[in-house]
């Protein structure tokens, strides 16, 4: 099979700074490779671009303080992109290519149907070529089933799955005493109808005077006309909307809702960035509602001054799509390579699985039971910028997100069923 065509980049720290730091360590210069797998082209590439913003900031970062130090002398992290299509098989043929091309760990998230292809995939190449085991770090597919009856040694997650992240909206949902009926809607994949289930399921638990007066799954990526599906949610007369849509699936689906009229809430996973805001406009005031795991809005001198150092690298207001724990996923791994005093993929992951870090006053640590990442999780509510608690809007729109709940780490926790295989060490 012809090898997949690629686009690879290093960051501007490893290219300019490798030879010079590797004579001044006395080490080989030989970088540790990170292979980012992600949609860089069809319905989903803006997401693919957005979250190589954050890795390429990340490494950058790691490597402007002269990189992993270790004892052969310090190694600078490089950064390299495959595009896997927003496709399953794509993402599988990409990460044999940068296995190929001597990656050490493997970089998702933009699709839990994705993530969990990837996670069995590089289980199984890792028991059959020991010599060239990888890590595979998920930064976004929350899908609770990855660290739960999914759960593998060599995956790590590093966002809060569907269920925590279900649950911190219920915080603020369960608040509103107006509320009496929702719809609830996600794309046809794991992801999505583990939402809905959740949905649901808390629903009962937690509003159960509050009536679904719909639900629906279409199509991941296909739907170009969400017309349909808005004037079916106004016509039930719901006052709310619960989804977990991304990308492009959201930004359709909110700008239908406006064009319709409809004048309920958003109860969404994200609605605070890649065009949402913009697309919903004065409409979504007071009524999109966002869970994360920072805000920009976040009242925190050291929050202000994050966020301010990453707009300085990307100015471009399109470019405005910032996340910590992408951010706290590369310290994670660089704090795992040092303490482990190796590169070795086993030690490493060892070490991963105990990491406890922080940056700009966030912390967060990885569980070992499961390799689910324990941190705050955060709820916002659109608003414009100017308004109290708005000094940032999103993206050029004129909105941002006002925090309305912090969730600390240990109340955002949940079990796990996860019965992880450990390799003989």
Same mark, same amino acid.
């Given at each position: 099979?012809?090898?997949?065509?690629?686009? !690879? =980049?290093?960051?501007?720290?490893?290219?300019?700074?490798?030879?010079?730091?590797?004579?001044?360590? +006395?080490?080989? +210069?030989?970088?540790? /490779? =990170?292979?980012? !797998?992600? @949609?860089?082209?069809?319905?989903?590439?803006?997401?693919?671009?957005?979250?190589?913003?954050?890795?390429?900031?990340?490494?950058?970062?790691?490597?402007?303080?002269?990189?992993?130090?270790?004892?052969?002398?310090?190694?600078?992290?490089?950064?390299?992109?495959?595009?896997?299509?927003?496709?399953? &098989?794509?993402?599988?043929?990409?990460?044999?290519?940068?296995?190929?091309?001597?990656?050490?760990?493997?970089?998702?998230?933009?699709?839990?149907?994705? @993530?969990?292809?990837?996670?069995?995939?590089?289980?199984?190449?890792?028991?059959?070529?020991?010599?060239?085991?990888?890590?595979?770090?998920?930064?976004?597919?929350?899908?609770?089933?990855?660290?739960?009856? /999914?759960?593998?040694?060599?995956? #790590?997650?590093?966002?809060?799955?569907?269920?925590?992240?279900?649950?911190?909206?219920?915080?603020?949902?369960?608040?509103?005493?107006?509320?009496?009926?929702?719809?609830?809607?996600?794309?046809?994949?794991?992801?999505?109808?583990? !939402?809905?289930?959740?949905?649901?399921?808390? =629903?009962?638990?937690?509003?159960?005077? !509050?009536?679904?007066? +719909?639900?629906?799954?279409?199509?991941?990526?296909?739907?170009?006309? #969400?017309?349909?599906?808005?004037?079916?949610?106004?016509?039930?007369?719901?006052?709310?909307?619960?989804?977990?849509?991304?990308?492009?699936?959201?930004?359709?689906?909110?700008?239908?809702?406006?064009?319709?009229?409809?004048?309920?809430?958003?109860?969404?996973?994200? %609605?605070?960035?890649?065009?949402?805001?913009?697309?919903? %406009?004065?409409?979504?005031? +007071?009524?999109?509602?966002?869970?994360?795991?920072?805000?920009?809005?976040?009242?925190?001198?050291?929050?202000?001054?994050?966020?301010?150092?990453?707009?300085?690298?990307?100015?471009?207001?399109?470019?405005?799509?910032?996340?910590?724990?992408?951010?706290?996923?590369?310290?994670?791994?660089?704090?795992?390579?040092?303490?482990?005093?190796?590169?070795?993929?086993?030690?490493?992951?060892?070490?991963? &699985?105990?990491?406890?870090?922080?940056?700009?006053?966030?912390?967060?640590?990885?569980?070992?039971?499961?390799?689910?990442?324990?941190?705050?999780?955060?709820?916002?509510?659109?608003?414009?910028? %100017?308004?109290?608690?708005?000094?940032?809007?999103? &993206?050029?729109?004129?909105?941002?997100?006002?925090?309305?709940?912090? =969730?600390?780490?240990?109340?955002?926790?949940?079990?796990?069923?996860?019965?992880?295989?450990?390799?003989?060490?």
């Amino acid at each position: 099979m012809k090898k997949q065509r690629r686009l !690879v =980049l290093k960051s501007a720290a490893a290219t300019l700074f490798a030879p010079a730091l590797a004579r001044a360590q +006395g080490g080989t +210069g030989r970088p540790i /490779r =990170l292979a980012m !797998v992600e @949609a860089l082209s069809g319905a989903f590439a803006n997401t693919g671009e957005a979250v190589f913003r954050n890795l390429l900031w990340a490494v950058e970062r790691v490597n402007q303080r002269g990189g992993v130090r270790l004892p052969g002398g310090n190694r600078l992290l490089q950064l390299d992109r495959y595009d896997n299509k927003g496709q399953a &098989e794509e993402a599988l043929a990409a990460m044999r290519s940068a296995i190929d091309d001597g990656a050490h760990y493997v970089l998702q998230g933009n699709s839990s149907a994705v @993530a969990a292809a990837l996670s069995e995939a590089v289980t199984k190449h890792n028991e059959r070529d020991a010599g060239r085991k990888v890590l595979y770090l998920n930064y976004s597919a929350v899908e609770p089933a990855l660290t739960n009856e /999914r759960c593998s040694f060599w995956h #790590f997650r590093f966002d809060a799955h569907a269920d925590m992240r279900m649950a911190a909206l219920m915080a603020v949902l369960r608040e509103d005493r107006a509320l009496r009926s929702c719809w609830l809607i996600g794309q046809d994949y794991s992801f999505g109808q583990a !939402v809905l289930r959740e949905a649901r399921r808390q =629903l009962a638990l937690q509003r159960p005077d !509050v009536t679904i007066a +719909g639900e629906e799954l279409h199509p991941l990526g296909r739907v170009k006309d #969400f017309l349909p599906y808005a004037t079916k949610i106004k016509a039930s007369g719901a006052g709310a909307v619960i989804t977990g849509n991304w990308g492009n699936d959201l930004t359709l689906l909110v700008k239908a809702a406006r064009d319709v009229g409809f004048e309920g809430k958003f109860y969404t996973f994200y %609605g605070n960035a890649l065009g949402a805001p913009a697309a919903i %406009g004065d409409a979504g005031v +007071g009524r999109v509602i966002a869970v994360a795991d920072w805000l920009p809005n976040l009242p925190t001198a050291q929050s202000e001054s994050f966020y301010q150092s990453f707009r300085q690298r990307f100015p471009r207001p399109q470019d405005d799509y910032v996340h910590m724990r992408m951010q706290l996923m590369v310290e994670a791994l660089a704090q795992a390579i040092e303490r482990a005093q190796t590169n070795e993929r086993v030690p490493v992951a060892l070490a991963l &699985e105990k990491a406890s870090v922080s940056l700009a006053g966030v912390a967060g640590a990885m569980r070992a039971s499961d390799h689910q990442f324990q941190q705050n999780l955060v709820v916002g509510v659109m608003d414009k910028q %100017g308004a109290p608690g708005v000094k940032f809007d999103v &993206e050029g729109s004129g909105y941002g997100f006002r925090v309305a709940r912090v =969730l600390p780490a240990a109340q955002a926790e949940q079990p796990t069923t996860c019965r992880m295989a450990r390799p003989a060490t």
